[in-house]
Nanobody
């Protein structure tokens, strides 16, 4: 059973930054795609940023230029650096991993990000 454990969420003021981490219980090079999704209250879960382990990333238009996805394969961890945060970024952020674009076979438990003054 694969486990994905997110960390790094919290409360931040508008314009602030946070870095989320997602550590996998197995070698992330065995996944084809890993990434970040979010779900705000009353809304559907949406893609934030995903990366192909072999190269290539996709980001939502709403976060381009502000959020950056990266990885450290030696630590089996991916990251989401979030800058210039806005109140509309408030959501539970989930890490997901799967066998292809648009495929999520494993989910983390989620970490809350709240952007508020």
């Amino acid at each position: 059973q694969v486990q994905l454990v997110e960390s790094g969420g919290g409360l931040v003021q508008p314009g602030g930054s946070l870095r989320l981490s997602c550590e996998a219980s197995r070698n992330i090079l065995t996944f084809t795609v890993m990434g970040w999704y979010r779900q705000a209250p009353g809304k559907e879960r949406e893609l934030v940023a995903i990366m192909a382990i072999g190269g290539g990333t996709v980001s939502a238009d709403s976060v381009k230029g502000r959020f950056t996805i990266s990885r450290n394969s030696a630590k089996n961890t991916i990251y989401l650096q979030m800058n210039s945060l806005k109140p509309e970024d408030t959501a539970v952020y989930y890490c997901g991993a799967g066998a292809g674009w648009g495929v999520v076979d494993y989910w983390g438990q989620g970490t809350q990000v709240t952007v508020s003054s």
